[in-house]
Structures are given as structure tokens and as C-alpha cells.
């Protein structure tokens, strides 16, 4: 059946509201002349984002993808609950989040105080902050492939003298690797993206915690051409990592 | 000799069962669908919990289950080294693929790979479930000869009886998750302990060597046939084939062999007649034709097939 016009016409005006016009006003404001220029001025909280967002992205990969195994193949009680929990960062307001990691790991937090190091203020504490919110993305993502995965595999890896930790790196992560890379793809954007935890937690400290959405924010009030040019950066950073999802999808689906 | 208890529950299902097999013996395990083979296979593997029946087991799954992501060479070498990889490769004839993803490959290919990939285990258990599903008839001789030629224990599930008999030095039936019979493939031709054994070997088949066109069989007989192959093979004869007469028919090139009947059985509307003597032999007649040999039994008889009706397999 096909959807009735109003269906259709009320979708195209969500389209147009919500994401044509957005766009389009960033698209035709932007400095397009001096666009270079006014992304050097911004080049610390480019580069220091993109350092905070891939070693986010490490690091929900050390610790996510343990978490995604037990969370898919796991048999113990309460793995529903652990699996709710492991995702709450994703509905979580990232403020609330920021203040939460500032009250166990900041300097008069429950484990801060007894840190020899601080973290709160640091360009580790904006990866910590960051890697709090995108790491559901990637649990999500790679329990999903662990779970659909024939488990077949890993049986034949077994009876043909692997254990657990050589099947799992060997057999598993390699044939659930699309998976793994869409996972990546998603917490490093989301990660690149994240403002409310980072700001809470690590504050906006130019060339320390200052990140690309701090950036943008703060030069809104005093330089708005700057705070287009940055945004168009992170609009095409998010239209990359569409792409690279969706022919990684796209191949997936082929197969 | 191994031994494993398999007590196995999943979803209502309760396999129990206790098999051994000798240190050299080909075993088939078959049954109905639902019997519980496969899982009496990935039991024996010790992928249903228990331990596996010897520490080194080659399991080969009715899927291939080749590693897509390493090439040929990678996914043999997986369980042993590359030197014993490489030799087992070339064994099963794939020496030329070694390089090749398993994506590259065509069923049967893949099916010598994973059966090569099992066999560079050095395994003292080879686990094969229905290793000739989907096979073409030269893939499917070539592995019937891997796996009669390897050595070690050899355990093949499946559900097609002239594979399992043509293979197995004893077999197994499964019905419901027990055995319900376990003997050699002359002990089930001749006491079929069930309905489902007795229409399993409906199809007498007899192993042996070949000389000129006379078949030895390794119980002892010998079947003329009208072909002569060389070296090991075997025979099939269709019930309908064999003729019964209560004495030796005279002066007939025929083959023709002394027995005795054990049972006769209605099949639907013809008669099955069991026979055990020189061979172990099922015969299917109209009642009409039992009616007026006065088959019971006890009576002795002689068994008799023409060369031509006699289907020639070579390994």
C-alpha cells in the first residue's frame, strides 16, 4: 500500500524543516570566502578534536568490544539489566553524565581524590568524557553482529584446538568486521560531536579540552563566521561517516 | 577402543546413548530425521557441553564453515602447522588452491577443504555429519575414499543408507535420541531390529575387492559382475533383482548362493524375504511367487542375481 498524499506531504515539510532549512542557513551563511583563514584561527580545537575523538574511539574498543562478548554470549542473570545499563549513556542528558563522571573521578570524587593525577581540566578527562557517551554506540553495534553471527564458527575454531581468546581474535572479530568498522565510524562521530559531558567534566580550556562543538559555541558570540566555518566541518565529518556506513551497509546487503 | 556416554537434553529432546568405536573402525550413524544424529555428532565433538570423545577430535559440520576471511592454506593450518596443512591440502587435490579465499571456491571444493581442515588435526576421532550432502558423484567418491583411507576412528552421520553401508564397518541406528541397533551392515540385512532399519537396508550392499569381475566380499562371498574393475569397491542388488529357488538352479553362470530364510515380512504389497548363508541377502517377492516356494522360516533356499542387475561402485 502505498502512504496516502498527506502522509507524504507532511513528511517532505518534517524533511524541510528539521534538516533542509537547518542546513541550508549554515550552508548560505557560510564565509565560503575566507573559509581557510578562519579555520586556522580554529586549528588547536580541530586537532585536539581529533585526537579526543580516536582515542575515545581506542578506547571503547578496548573496553566495548570485551563488554559487547559478554553481553552477547554471557550467561549469567541480570545480562538484561547490564545490557540496559551499558546503554544508558545513549539516553542519558550528557550534562547529567558530565556531572556524574565529575563526582566519582573529579578531584573530590568518590575515586578522584585517591587519583595521583587529575583528570578533570585535561585533555585525558575530555577523552574520558567523550568516550562515556560513544561507547553504546559501539556495544551496541558489535553485540548485535556477535548475536545474528552463526555460531558455528567459533564451534569448528574449537574443536580445532582454539581456545576462546584465539577463536574470538582470530575467527569472530574478523568475520563481524563490517560491523566492527560501522560501530568505530558511529563513536568517533559521536564522539567528535560530543559537547554537554566534555564541557561538564573537562571544561573549555583552549588547547587542552576545547573541542570542535566548544569551539563552535563559544565562537558564536564573538566571531559567528568562525562557528560556521567550524560547523560546516562537523556537518561534512557527519556526511563522511554516513557514507562510509551506508556502502558499508549497502555491501553487506549485496552479499 | 573409545567409548563416550552422550546424555544430551535440549528443548524437550533427551538424546541418551552410548557409543563406541574402535581405534580403526568406520562407524555410520544413521536414523530418521529428528533422531538426533547431528546432536549425537557435536556431543561427541564436545560442543554440547561435555567433553569430546578423544582429546583430538576432526569435526566436520554439514556446513562447511571455512573461514572467510583467511585463504585456504590459513584455514587448514588453523588446527596444525603449514608444513602438515600444505600435505593434506594436496591430498584431498587441492594443492592448487591453496591461495584462494573459500569465497572463490565451488561447494564441492569447499567441501574437500573442510574435511582437509579436520584430517590436518591428526585427529584419533574423525566427526563427519552428512559429508556427502550436495556432492557430485566425483566429490562424493573422492571423499567416501579420504575417509575410508585415513586412519583413526571415523564417525559419519547420515541420513542416506547406501553412503552410510557403502562406508561403514558397523552402523548405528538412531531413532528418538537411543540406538536402536548397532551391528555391521550384514547384521542389519539379515535382523533388522526395526520397521525404519528393515526399509533402511532395503538395498543389499556388499564391499569387497575386485578381481576380474568376480567381487570378494569381506564377509566371504563372492558376486559375479558384469563389469571388472580393479581394487576395492562395492556392490549393490535391488531386492527385486534377486530370484529365490528351493535348490540350486543347474548348469546356471548365474551367481547363486545356499541360505537359509530368517523372516518374512509384508512390505506393502510385495513380500520381504530375509536370507542368511553363503550371503547375507533381502529379497522381495509377490506373494504369489512365496506362495508357491513355500517360504517360512527355516526353509533353506538359493539366492540368485544376474551379473546385469548387479550396480558396480569402485572406490
Known amino acids: 500500500m502505498k502512504p496516502p498524499r498527506i502522509a507524504v506531504a507532511i513528511a517532505v515539510l518534517g524533511l524541510v524543516l528539521f534538516l533542509v532549512l537547518p542546513l541550508a542557513g549554515l550552508v548560505a551563511r557560510a564565509p565560503w570566502g575566507h573559509l581557510l583563514g578562519q579555520l586556522s584561527g580554529v586549528r588547536s ?6 585526537v579526543c575523538s580516536t582515542a575515545a574511539t581506542a578506547l571503547a574498543f578496548v573496553f566495548g568490544v570485551p563488554l559487547a562478548w559478554v553481553l552477547a554470549r554471557g550467561s549469567f542473570r541480570g545480562r538484561r539489566l547490564l545490557r540496559a545499563l551499558a546503554t544508558l549513556p545513549l539516553v542519558l542528558p550528557p550534562v547529567v553524565g558530565g556531572v556524574a563522571l565529575l563526582f566519582a573521578f573529579g578531584r573530590r570524587g568518590i575515586i578522584g581524590a585517591h587519583l595521583p593525577f587529575r583528570l578533570t581540566f585535561t585533555t585525558p578527562g575530555a577523552i574520558f568524557a567523550e568516550t562515556f557517551v560513544a561507547m553504546p554506540f559501539l556495544v551496541l553495534t558489535v553485540e548485535a553482529a556477535l548475536r545474528s553471527l552463526d555460531r558455528g564458527y567459533e564451534e569448528v575454531a574449537s574443536t580445532l584446538g582454539a581456545g576462546p581468546l584465539r577463536t574470538f581474535a582470530r575467527v569472530t572479530l574478523p568475520l563481524i568486521g563490517p560491523s566492527l568498522a560501522s560501530g568505530a565510524a558511529l563513536t568517533w562521530a559521536r564522539a567528535l560531536g560530543e559537547f554537554g559531558a566534555t564541557i561538564t567534566f573537562a571544561g573549555n580550556i583552549a588547547g587542552k579540552t576545547q573541542t570542535l562543538p566548544l569551539a563552535v559555541y563559544l565562537a558564536l558570540e564573538t566571531d559567528p563566521d568562525a562557528a560556521l566555518a567550524l560547523s560546516l566541518v562537523l556537518l561534512a565529518v557527519s556526511i563522511a561517516v554516513l557514507v562510509i556506513i551506508g556502502s558499508r551497509t549497502i555491501l553487506d546487503a549485496r552479499k | 577402543m573409545l567409548e563416550s556416554d552422550i546424555h544430551v537434553s535440549l528443548d524437550g529432546f533427551t538424546l541418551n546413548a552410548s557409543l563406541r568405536v ?9 536414523g530418521p530425521n529428528g533422531a538426533g544424529k547431528t546432536t549425537l555428532l557435536r556431543a561427541l565433538a564436545g560442543l554440547e557441553g561435555g567433553a569430546p570423545i578423544a582429546d583430538r577430535v576432526g569435526y566436520v559440520p ?10 585456504v592454506l590459513r584455514n587448514v593450518a588453523f588446527g596444525s602447522d603449514r608444513a602438515t596443512a600444505s600435505r593434506f591440502i594436496e591430498l584431498v587435490g587441492m594443492g592448487l588452491y591453496s591461495g584462494r579465499k573459500p569465497s572463490e571456491l565451488s561447494g564441492g571444493q569447499r567441501k574437500r577443504v573442510a574435511i582437509a581442515r579436520a584430517l590436518a588435526r591428526e585427529p584419533k576421532v574423525l566427526l563427519l555429519d552428512e559429508p556427502f550432502e550436495g556432492l557430485d558423484i566425483a566429490t562424493k567418491r573422492d571423499v567416501r575414499t579420504y575417509v575410508r583411507e585415513c586412519s583413526g576412528a571415523r564417525i559419519v552421520v547420515s541420513h ?8 561403514a564397518d558397523r552402523v548405528v541406528v538412531l531413532e528418538e535420541g537411543r540406538v536402536a541397533q548397532d551391528g555391521t551392515p550384514d547384521e542389519l540385512i539379515v535382523h533388522p531390529r526395526s520397521r525404519y532399519v528393515a526399509d533402511l537396508v532395503g538395498t543389499n550392499l556388499y564391499r569387497g575387492t575386485f578381481a576380474g569381475n568376480v567381487l570378494h566380499t569381506d564377509a566371504g562371498a563372492e558376486i ?5 574393475p580393479t581394487g576395492n569397491g562395492f556392490v549393490t542388488i535391488h531386492p527385486h533383482a534377486v530370484a529365490l529357488f528351493p535348490e540350486r538352479p543347474a548348469g546356471s553362470p548365474r551367481n547363486g548362493w545356499a541360505g ?7 512390505a506393502g504389497d510385495i513380500l520381504r524375504v530375509r536370507i542368511d548363508g553363503e550371503i547375507a541377502i533381502v529379497a522381495e517377492l509377490t506373494p504369489a511367487a512365496t506362495n508357491e516356494l513355500a517360504l517360512a522360516p527355516g526353509s533353506s533356499v538359493y539366492a540368485s542375481v544376474k551379473a546385469t542387475e548387479i550396480g558396480v561402485e569402485t572406490d
Open chain 2, 160 to 167: 542416506h543408507p547406501v553412503d552410510a553401508l557403502a562406508l
Open chain 1, 45 to 50: 580545537a580541530l586537532v585536539l578534536s581529533l
Open chain 2, 224 to 228: 559375479v559382475t558384469s563389469r571388472a
Open chain 2, 22 to 30: 574402535g581405534d580403526d573402525e568406520i562407524v555410520a550413524v544413521v
Open chain 2, 62 to 71: 554439514q556446513d562447511d564453515y571455512l573461514f572467510s576471511n583467511m585463504d
Open chain 2, 260 to 266: 537359509r530364510v530368517v523372516a518374512v515380512e509384508s
